[in-house]
C-alpha cells in the first residue's frame, strides 16, 4: 500500500533558526496537503499542493512539491515560539479522499 | 459551527470493557474518518464512511466497528478493550471537491489497563 515517510521524526532549534521538514511518497501523489497539530490538540489544516514543482508560501512557511510528485517540503524561516508543534505530511488515496499521513516531525523552539 | 465534536475527552477502561466513541459534525460533510494516534507512529485510518449508509475498513480496524448514524454523526465502538488500544482517537470529516482539506475534532484520550 502506499506509504509516506517523513524526516526528521524530532528537531530542536533555537529561536530565530531556520526549519525543514520532508516528506516522500512510495507512490506519485496526485496531491499533498500539510498539517500542524499543536501539542496536547488536533491537526489543523495548512495547505494542500497540487502541481508538479508548485511552491505555495504562507507568511514565514513555504511548502514546496516535488517534479516528480513523490516528494514535499516544508521551510519555516526564522522560527518563532509559536511555530512549536507536530507537522505532518499527509497523500490521498481511494475513493473516499482518504488520507496516508506521515509520521510527523515534532519541532521544538527554544527561547 | 461547532465545527467536529467528540465525546468524551478522556476515557478510562478495564480490559474487556466495551465504550462508544462519539463523533458529530454540523459541516454538511459527506465523508467522515476515524484514526488513532500513538507516540512516533503519526495518524492511522482505522475506519472511514465516505457517504451516509457507507462504512469501510483503513489500516488498522481490527477490535473496532463503526457506525455512520446519519450524516452527522459518526461512532466508534470497541467491543472488549484490550491495553493496545490505549491511544488518542481523532475523528475527522472532509467535503466533497478538490481540495480534500480533512477536519478534525478534538479528540479522544483512551486508557486501558
Known amino acids: 500500500g502506499q506509504q509516506v515517510m517523513q524526516i526528521p521524526q524530532y528537531q530542536h532549534v533555537q529561536e530565530g533558526e531556520d526549519f525543514t521538514t520532508y516528506c516522500n511518497s512510495s507512490t506519485t501523489l496526485s496531491n499533498i496537503q500539510w498539517y500542524k497539530q499543536r501539542p496536547g490538540g488536533h491537526p489543523v489544516f495548512l495547505i494542500q499542493?497540487?502541481?508538479?514543482?508548485e511552491v505555495k508560501k504562507q507568511k514565514r512557511l513555504t511548502f514546496q512539491f516535488g517534479e516528480a510528485k513523490k516528494n514535499s517540503s516544508l521551510h519555516i524561516t526564522a522560527t518563532q515560539t509559536t511555530d512549536v508543534g507536530t507537522y505532518f505530511c499527509?497523500?490521498?488515496?481511494?475513493?473516499?479522499?482518504?488520507?496516508?499521513f506521515g509520521s510527523g516531525t515534532q519541532l521544538t523552539v527554544l527561547p | 459551527n461547532a465545527g467536529v465534536t467528540q465525546t468524551p475527552k478522556f476515557q478510562v477502561l478495564k480490559t474487556g470493557q466495551s465504550m462508544t466513541l462519539q463523533c458529530a459534525q454540523d459541516?454538511?460533510?459527506?465523508?467522515m474518518y476515524w484514526y488513532r494516534q500513538d507516540p512516533g507512529m503519526g495518524l492511522r485510518l482505522i475506519y472511514y464512511?465516505?457517504?451516509?449508509?457507507?462504512?469501510d475498513k483503513g489500516e488498522v480496524p481490527n477490535g473496532y466497528n463503526v457506525s455512520r448514524l446519519n450524516k452527522r454523526e459518526f461512532s466508534l465502538r470497541l467491543e472488549s478493550a484490550a491495553p493496545s488500544q490505549t491511544s488518542v482517537y481523532f475523528c475527522?470529516?472532509?467535503?466533497?471537491?478538490?481540495?480534500?482539506?480533512?477536519?478534525f475534532g478534538p479528540g479522544t484520550r483512551l486508557t486501558v489497563t
Open positions: 499542493l497540487v502541481k508538479s514543482g
Open positions: 475527522a470529516s472532509a467535503h466533497a471537491g478538490t481540495l480534500i482539506e480533512q477536519y
Open positions: 499527509a497523500g490521498p488515496f481511494g475513493s473516499a479522499r482518504q488520507l496516508t
Open positions: 464512511s465516505a457517504s451516509e449508509g457507507t462504512t
Open positions: 459541516m454538511n460533510h459527506n465523508s
